[in-house]
């Protein structure tokens, strides 16, 4: 694999859960619980997995919203979340960006979107304000708005619209690497497909990289170069998708994408069954074992480590 723009090494991040009483056990809440992946520099990796597994915070790890209980994150091959230097740091908050699900929430509805694009700009000290409306314009274009709508409030917006002022907002830096966190679950399908083939666009346009979180896997299998599957808080899977990759094998990913009825018909269907337990209290050995229809005697006990399978493919199962 080519040079690894961003690293991840036995990342944890821990919750610390309100006790009831003064004689409660302390408990924590492990969102995510000792992940390491690494994401080559123009490669849009996908995070799937169900609700409540870490994706977000993962994400929010990488671009420092959160602070890891342990492990750590390499940028460029340097340390982040370390002691940076205030121009480093800097730096950092240009070069790493992030688009959420709902833009409304990130806009600010008294502020126009021409305000909200170049303020970061002005925070950064970019340009001299000709130069910064100038960039305003590009960018609105860039994400397929006229650079009228800089003078326009978040309310006049449809969602999708908005969506591309939050991608607008992302670029406005020009960043290397952006995490896109479920950036086109609330849209309708249709808007959903305009946003992701625009996200695709400016990725190769401006050789970005992406990580992608999506509950979706049709979303998620159609835009990423490789997928990694989470699974309280842990990584059950890393696969490259389409011709080149291989068949994903761990119990959890084939039972997980065969509930898609269209992609990957020839793959065995293996049903999901059961809840999420607690990620307070995750099972001993490999957390999917209450789940796994292929459970042996050490999956209750020994957690299963992430091997490599194959070029760009790596599991986390007992039976590989
Ligand atoms: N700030 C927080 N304080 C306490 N617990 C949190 C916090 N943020 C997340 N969690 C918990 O961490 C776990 C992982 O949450 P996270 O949001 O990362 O999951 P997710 O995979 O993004 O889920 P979804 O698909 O629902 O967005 C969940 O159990 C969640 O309740
Ligand atoms: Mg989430």
């Known amino acids: 694999m080519t040079e690894a723009l961003i690293e991840v090494h036995s990342l944890v991040k821990h919750y610390p859960?309100?006790?009831?009483?003064?004689?409660e056990e302390k408990l924590v809440l492990r969102a995510v619980d000792g992940v390491s992946f690494r994401i080559a520099e123009g490669e849009i990796f996908g995070l799937v997995g169900e609700s409540g597994c870490g994706k977000s915070t993962t994400g929010q790890l990488l671009v420092q919203?959160?602070?890891?209980?342990?492990?750590?994150?390499?940028?460029?091959?340097?340390?982040?979340?370390?002691?940076l230097s205030g121009s480093e740091l800097r730096r950092l908050r240009r070069d790493i960006q992030i688009v959420f699900q709902d833009?409304?929430?990130s806009?600010?509805?008294?502020?126009?979107?021409?305000?909200?694009?170049?303020?970061?700009?002005?925070?950064?000290?970019?340009?001299?304000?000709?130069?910064?409306r100038t960039i305003?314009?590009?960018?609105?274009?860039?994400v397929g708005l006229d650079p009228s709508y800089a003078s326009r409030y978040p309310h006049e917006l449809s969602g999708g619209q908005r969506q591309r002022v939050g991608i607008a907002a992302a670029l406005v830096l020009s960043p290397r690497f952006i995490v896109i966190d479920e950036a086109v679950s609330a849209l309708d399908v249709s808007v959903q497909a305009q946003i992701l083939n625009l996200l695709k666009e400016l990725q190769q346009r401006r050789g970005l990289t992406y990580l992608f979180i999506s509950h979706d896997l049709n979303v998620v299998e159609y835009i990423s170069d490789r997928?990694?599957?989470?699974?309280?808080?842990?990584m059950a899977e890393i696969f490259t998708t389409g011709a080149e990759g291989a068949e994903p094998l761990h119990p959890y990913t084939r039972a997980l994408f065969s509930s898609i009825p269209d992609v990957r018909k020839a793959r065995e269907r293996v049903p999901?069954?059961?809840?999420?337990?607690?990620?307070?209290?995750?099972?001993?050995?490999?957390?999917?074992?209450p789940r796994c229809p292929f459970a042996?005697?050490?999956?209750?006990?020994?957690?299963p480590e992430l091997k490599s399978v194959g070029p760009g493919h790596e599991v986390s199962c007992h039976l590989y």
């Open 103 to 105: 833009p409304y929430s």
């Open 65 to 83: 919203l959160v602070k890891q209980t342990q492990g750590d994150i390499f940028f460029q091959g340097r340390r982040i979340g370390a002691k």
């Open 227 to 234: 997928i990694g599957v989470m699974y309280l808080g842990r």
């Open 107 to 132: 806009l600010n509805p008294k502020k126009t979107i021409g305000w909200t694009l170049e303020e970061p700009l002005i925070v950064h000290r970019i340009g001299d304000r000709r130069t910064r």
């Open 17 to 23: 859960v309100p006790r009831r009483g003064l004689l």
């Open 272 to 289: 999901l069954q059961g809840e999420v337990p607690s990620p307070i209290h995750p099972p001993a050995g490999c957390a999917f074992h």
């Open 136 to 142: 305003v314009a590009e960018t609105l274009e860039q």
């Open 296 to 303: 042996m005697d050490q999956c209750r006990s020994l957690v």
